[in-house]
């Protein structure tokens, strides 16, 4: 990862600037730099993936104007041929092409990108900033004023709180330019229904996915995979094995009593030859953990609380062990395919309705879970299910063959490398279970019952009270929130409300978001 900021006025000082970005250096330990651009502040600190010679530092800069980018420009080597013509390189760097471009086609250029990336660029022509998204929001960046009414821009949250009083997420698939948010992209609308053949979306699911896979194997810096032993991560292992001349280097985590993955993993491991390490944490770990992830995600969403300690453990470890400083990761997967609750979508324009709400709300959950996890530890993510070809023609797939017909979730998914020899049929078909829990049903109970001891009953419903937006309804949700207040005081409104089954449907009424208590978990935790 990177981390950018931009103060994008005259209000600027470069005091109250270097507080805000000081905190989130750990995304980029390499090399930091701010540039006044005349008109306010830019500042980068870098994460070396590509080009990494001094040449691939940022702010770039053509003429008067600059660009701060943290991000991956996929095919960016046919762009920079195209434009070498009328512009000179300097370095190897993917983002050195976003100033010429933007001279070239103005922010019409944002729509033309395969990336996954967040920017902030001054353009010196015109005196004014630009800002844009990439279209899931798989690299963050928030928004907020200050007291003269001047925008500032940052790669996390925890770099404007106290600079501004409102912290929002940038929305995806967007630029702000002349003081507005301009939609250049929704992912989840699809302009017509994809009527392929089961055969033939199966066969277009696995050469887009595979195809996710082997741009994101493009790194001059180490590339390792996070491997759960669940479908997605597998699959992603699976492809990028086969992409390889060496054996890649997969880890799993796993708690010490009851881990459910870590067998799962290991089967995988060995069955794709990956050089494997198990990282096996105890309970005064996760709980040791609590805090720290809470103040890294910046959210209070139990689900993703939950899902980040491990995340967050394996990373470490990765950090302070290995000198791998890419991960591949099986997010995005459950949003497009279904997830246990989905099996209760009461017909198919419901589940496409969630799958696109789910879509559009990814950046404040799991996308951020892998972003802040990954990237506190020095790390940048790589999301293969989140390539955006891939998902737009998942998205244009007729629902009706999404739901679960089949009596096996993800149905499509797995048909599209059955047969294919990338999995053992095992796992290929192995049932769903949640990262939190296949870490370690004992993971989730010991987090429950460290926050039981907080609150009386009194307590608690003296406590929740005080909150009008998502308001904490189990203990556990109450000791999050107030350690996510801590942090982020009165700041709540970035998180729009907890990921949960949608209670609307028949069987998805529960207070709990974890699929085990749902009817159907069946042979999940097994």
């Known amino acids: 990862m990177c981390s950018i900021m931009g103060y994008c006025g005259e209000s600027a000082t470069i005091g109250a600037f270097c507080s805000g970005f000081q905190q989130t250096v750990s995304r980029g330990p390499d090399d930091s730099k701010i540039v006044d651009t005349g008109k306010g502040l830019l500042g980068f600190h870098r994460l070396a993936i590509m080009g990494l010679h001094p040449e691939g530092m940022q702010p770039f800069r053509l003429a008067n104007s600059y660009v701060v980018c943290n991000g991956e420009i996929y095919g960016f080597e046919k762009i920079k041929q195209i434009l070498s013509d009328k512009y000179t390189f300097e370095s190897d760097s993917d983002c050195e092409v976003l100033l010429p471009l933007y001279q070239e086609y103005g922010t019409a250029m944002f729509a033309m990108l395969d990336a996954e990336f967040a920017l902030i660029l001054y353009d010196g022509e015109t005196k004014e900033y630009v800002a844009a998204r990439d279209p899931i929001g798989i690299r963050p960046l928030y928004y907020g004023y200050d007291e003269s009414g001047t925008i500032l821009f ?30 250049y992209c929704d992912i989840a609308k699809t302009e017509s229904v994809c009527h392929d053949d089961l055969e033939t979306v199966c066969k277009n699911i696995h050469d887009k996915l595979v195809s996710g ?35 890649i280097k997969t880890f799993a985590i796993g708690m010490s009593e009851d881990a459910i993955d870590l067998k799962y993993a290991k089967q995988v491991a060995d069955f794709i030859g990956s050089d494997h390490t198990e990282v096996i944490i105890s309970k005064e770990d996760v709980l040791a953990s609590l805090e720290t992830v809470v103040h890294l995600l910046g959210t209070f969403d139990i689900t993703t609380i939950r899902a980040s300690i491990g995340m967050y453990l394996v990373c470490k470890w990765i950090h302070e062990n290995t000198d791998i400083r890419v991960l591949l990761t099986g997010e995005i997967s459950d949003e497009l395919f279904g997830y246990k609750y989905t099996d209760f979508a009461p017909s198919a324009e419901a589940f496409q309705k969630e799958s696109q709400k789910r879509i559009l709300e990814l950046h404040m959950y799991d996308v951020l879970r892998a972003d802040r996890c990954i990237s506190v530890n020095s790390l940048e993510a790589r999301v293969p299910f989140g390539d955006l070809d891939f998902v737009k023609y998942v998205m244009a797939v007729d629902p009706e063959m999404k739901l679960n017909k089949y009596n096996k979730g993800k149905y499509l998914l797995r048909h599209s490398f059955e047969g294919e020899g990338y999995l053992p049929d095992e796992i290929l078909w192995r049932e769903k279970a949640a ?92």
């Open 213 to 247: 896979v082997e741009k994101r194997l493009v790194a001059d810096a180490k590339v390792g995979f996070l491997l759960s032993g669940g479908l997605d991560s597998s699959l992603v292992c699976a492809i990028a094995a086969r992409k390889s001349q060496q054996p």
């Open 435 to 526: 990262f939190s829990d296949a870490v370690g049903h004992s993971m989730v109970d010991y987090l429950k019952e460290y926050a039981e001891s907080f609150y009386t009953a009194n307590e608690f419903e003296e406590k929740s009270c005080k909150y009008s937006h998502a308001q904490p309804f189990t203990k556990e949700s109450m000791l999050y929130r107030e350690l996510f207040e801590k942090y982020y005081p009165g700041q709540s409104q970035m998180i729009v409300d907890f990921w949960m089954p949608n209670k609307d449907w028949e069987g998805c009424d529960v207070n709990d978001p974890s699929a085990r208590v749902l009817s159907n978990y069946g042979a999940s935790g097994k």
């Open 154 to 183: 940052a790669s996390e949250a925890k770099n404007l709180v106290g600079l501004v009083a409102e912290v929002m997420p940038f929305p995806p698939g967007h630029y702000y330019k002349g003081g507005k948010f301009i939609c």
